[in-house]
């Protein structure tokens, strides 16, 4: 960056000014239009606002993977349908660009979800969320689980705590703490069903680490459940400035705990249309693809190229495109670094939308949806009752469900039409919920390649590609392929990533 003046210096209530803050006027290139790249620019310019901000978006469109749709009353997600207010970086976002008061919570009836178990919806145990059994009675009646495995599962409180610190995947944690039986019968399809990942390769402490510190810790995950109950032992960490109360869920929650799950009243869109709108006019450019990143001769200025035009010169880039794109993007710049990015491995997923009339489901739908273990071989992974969950996402008398197919174990299926895409998720939904009749739409949302895979050793890798970035002067890297997949860590990266291109040295 540019270290000549003038320069401001702007006080920030959530992140207080030290003298090391001397924030330049300078030129940001953003390259992704996301909504990793939307808070990339939206801090940027809370940091400096007289930064020259250009946010470059390949397609017609922001927000990237998340896009609501509204059709005929029904409010229609085609990706994310809500975000967790465990991490406090989206709902953060959201009172900074002034619509906190439209977000709703899931609907207090029937928070909990269902496990596929030999052909039939089965409740998840009261109070057990992926892998904290916090209640026994639970456990002991449920039918996912034969005598035996109900046992195995209870002696993880018995079970020895691994002793070294090394990386372990999902596959290989869950069998040695809880046993095959729980892992294949409901821990996997309840992970599954959020990274739609090879649990053999899923790595703990990118995706899970709560539960490893939980056995460092305590030695035992149903320990640490117990002491946490009792407000004694073991406490989960707490990320600094989060101030959010607990949120343990209703009674009647399984699965996940519902009530720390917000969304806004007009579907994921609207952070995306909050956070554009708050940008100055001439910010964002739509259908402007970089084909190309460069350094300048005196390596100080960065030279991007967009498909038709020619090179623009910048004192800073913030790459917030997802893995693929930022590698290619990277080769000029730092061939190593590209191979490390390009490196991370990308999965998919189709999602299937789906309109019913309420009497042509026989199910009593009193839940959120299910999941689906791979060891009930079927050809989707998990299903959501999409207007149970939230109120206003289907008109009065009709249901909205969205049905997930592919993922790492079967990404054959992404390879087919949508017409054989509607008929297998119709076949599915019809043997395990009873729909009869046809809907009233199916549509196929196609996210192929946008779901980075965090493989055992994945965080050595991201600190490689780290310590390598921090090298190189005014660039930064963001987005969920390195530290987190959700809302709030794809946020929480880019407003990062804003705050390092702008940080100079005292």
Not at 99 to 123: C, D, M, N, Y
Not at 251 to 258: L, N, P, V
Request: proline fraction near 7%; charge should be positive.
């Amino acid at each position: 960056l540019s270290t000549s003046p003038p320069y401001l210096i702007i006080p920030l209530p959530h992140h207080p000014i030290t003298p090391s803050h001397l924030l330049p006027l300078p030129r940001i290139a953003i390259i992704g239009g996301g909504i990793t790249g939307l808070a990339a620019a939206f801090r940027a310019l809370e940091l400096n606002p007289a930064a020259q901000v250009t946010l470059f978006e390949a397609s017609g469109r922001l927000g990237g993977v998340l896009q609501t749709e509204r059709r005929d009353g029904y409010l229609i997600e085609h990706s994310a349908d809500m975000f967790t207010t465990r991490e406090p970086w989206a709902i953060d976002l959201c009172r900074r660009v002034g619509i906190e008061g439209e977000l709703i919570e899931t609907s207090k009836q029937h928070r909990r979800a269902f496990v596929v178990h030999k052909g039939k919806l089965i409740p998840v145990p009261e109070g057990f969320t992926l892998m904290s059994p916090a209640k026994v009675w639970p456990i002991l009646t449920t039918r996912l689980l034969s005598p035996l495995g109900k046992l195995r599962l209870g002696w993880e409180y018995f079970t020895r705590q691994k002793k070294d610190a090394a990386d372990e995947s999902l596959e290989s944690f869950v069998t040695r703490r809880f046993g095959r039986e729980a892992f294949d019968r409901l821990i996997q399809p309840l992970i599954g069903g959020i990274y739609t990942a090879d649990p053999s390769l899923l790595s703990m402490q990118a995706t899970l680490p709560q539960f490893v510190e939980m056995e460092r810790k305590a030695g035992s995950l149903i320990a640490a459940v117990r002491s946490q109950k009792s407000g004694v032992g073991f406490q989960p960490a707490q990320k600094k400035g989060d101030s959010r109360q607990k949120a343990d869920g209703s009674k009647q929650e399984s699965g996940a705990r519902y009530g720390m799950f917000l969304a806004p009243r007009d579907g994921m869109q609207r952070i995306v249309d909050a956070v554009a709108a708050k940008l100055p006019p001439g910010v964002v450019r739509l259908n402007a693809k970089v084909e190309r990143l460069l350094r300048t001769a005196d390596v100080l200025k960065w030279q991007v190229q967009v498909v038709g035009e020619g090179p623009q010169e910048f004192d800073a880039v913030i790459l917030a495109a997802n893995a693929p794109v930022t590698g290619m993007l990277l080769g000029d710049i730092d061939a190593e670094l590209s191979r490390l990015v390009v490196g991370i491995p990308q999965a998919g997923c189709n999602v299937a939308l789906l309109g019913f009339r309420r009497e042509q489901i026989a199910h009593p739908l009193d839940g959120f949806g299910f999941v689906v273990p791979t060891i009930e071989k079927r050809k989707i992974i998990a299903g959501s009752f999409t207007s149970v969950k939230y109120p206003g996402r289907a008109p009065d008398g009709k249901v909205l469900f969205r049905v997930f197919v592919g993922g790492a174990l079967q990404p054959e299926l992404l390879a087919m039409s949508e017409a054989e895409t509607s008929k297998i998720v119709l076949e599915e939904l019809r043997e395990l919920l009873g729909v009869t009749g046809e809907p009233e739409f199916c549509d196929i949302a196609h996210w192929h390649g946008a779901m980075p895979q965090y493989h055992v050793g994945h965080l050595d890798k991201v600190r490689q590609i780290e310590e390598r970035t921090a090298k190189i002067p005014g660039l930064a890297i963001a987005g969920n392929s390195y530290r987190g997949v959700g809302v709030p860590f794809c946020i929480h990266d880019g407003e990062l990533a804003a705050e390092r291109v702008l940080k100079t040295e005292s």
